[in-house]
């Protein structure tokens, strides 16, 4: 594998510097990677990150539209000079084109994001699910690429469990399903035991798909390091035993040692 230039190398240190602030679990996840993958996952899980966080950075849905569709453009046209003088979309660029990475899973992902601008309720548990693959499933099945794993339903699984925790950690909000609401009765704005069951049938959905991918990937040859990210997810469900638990607020995080003791274990493992 080709040395990348200097200022490559400092892009590549970019996009772990910004996985390191915004999530300290996703960057140990990493740390358990062969050292020369590192660079690379650091590149695609920084792009979902920068991805994810227009919702936050914008005032208005159109800007974070706007913000979308630069990466949609730097991913499907000639990388301009523009282009590669961002670090995280030349590290990812360098990154996809070293790996022969799908460019329509990428540009999918960016896409998905466009749903966090607006608050309008998410329909089912499948278009949920969807929207899980597309943000949460398809780095893993990127980042197994680099570890030269083929296809298997492990990594798809284990993005639906840790996408649907992420659901679980925000406030009980938008991205619940209001067929899943409907059908106990729930309101997002109320704490009420109908809210917590519907929750709960989120939960018991992303343990399933959980239990389901350490199931496929005891058969898993390589690529057993790109499962960790899910590897906490356990962890995070169980808060929802916890007596302070309020749905309004989401899921409170657990101790850092105690995911970290969880993720060493993985790595130990199967990868979850």
Not at 10 to 23: Q, T
Not at 41 to 69: C, F
Not at 85 to 105: K, M, N, Q, W
Not at 210 to 221: G, S
Request: charged share 25%; glycine share 6%; proline share 7%.
């Amino acid at each position: 594998m080709d040395r990348p230039t200097a200022a490559a190398e400092a892009h590549y240190a970019h996009c772990e510097a910004l996985i390191r602030e915004r999530d300290r679990d996703l960057w140990l996840a990493c740390l358990f990677a062969p050292q020369p993958a590192r660079r690379h996952l650091h590149a695609i899980y920084a792009y979902a990150l920068e991805t994810s966080d227009v919702r936050a950075k914008v005032s208005q849905p159109l800007l974070g539209e706007m913000r979308l569709r630069w990466w949609t453009d730097a991913l499907t046209g000639e990388a301009s000079e523009g282009t590669r003088a961002h670090p995280v979309a030349d590290a990812l660029l360098d990154t996809i084109a070293r790996f022969d990475l799908p460019r329509d899973e990428l540009v999918a992902l960016a896409d998905a994001h466009v749903a966090d601008l607006y608050d309008d309720q998410t329909p089912d548990m499948a278009t949920l699910a969807d929207y899980c693959r597309m943000t949460s499933a398809a780095p893993m099945r990127w980042a197994a690429r680099i570890f030269g794993a083929g296809p298997s339903p492990a990594f798809d699984a284990a993005g639906l469990a840790l996408g649907l925790t992420r659901v679980l950690r925000m406030p009980a909000g938008a991205f619940v399903p209001a067929e899943l609401l409907a059908r106990h009765g729930a309101d997002v704005h109320v704490n009420s035991p109908a809210l917590r069951a519907a929750l709960a049938e989120l939960r018991d959905s992303a343990l399933s798909h959980y239990e389901a991918a350490r199931d496929a990937a005891a058969a898993l040859e390589a690529g057993r390091e790109a499962l960790l990210p899910a590897a906490t997810v356990p962890v995070y469900l169980a808060r929802m035993g916890a007596r302070d638990y309020d749905p309004l607020r989401g899921l409170g995080d657990p101790s850092p040692l105690r995911r970290q003791w969880r993720l060493w274990r993985a790595a130990r493992g199967v990868g979850l």
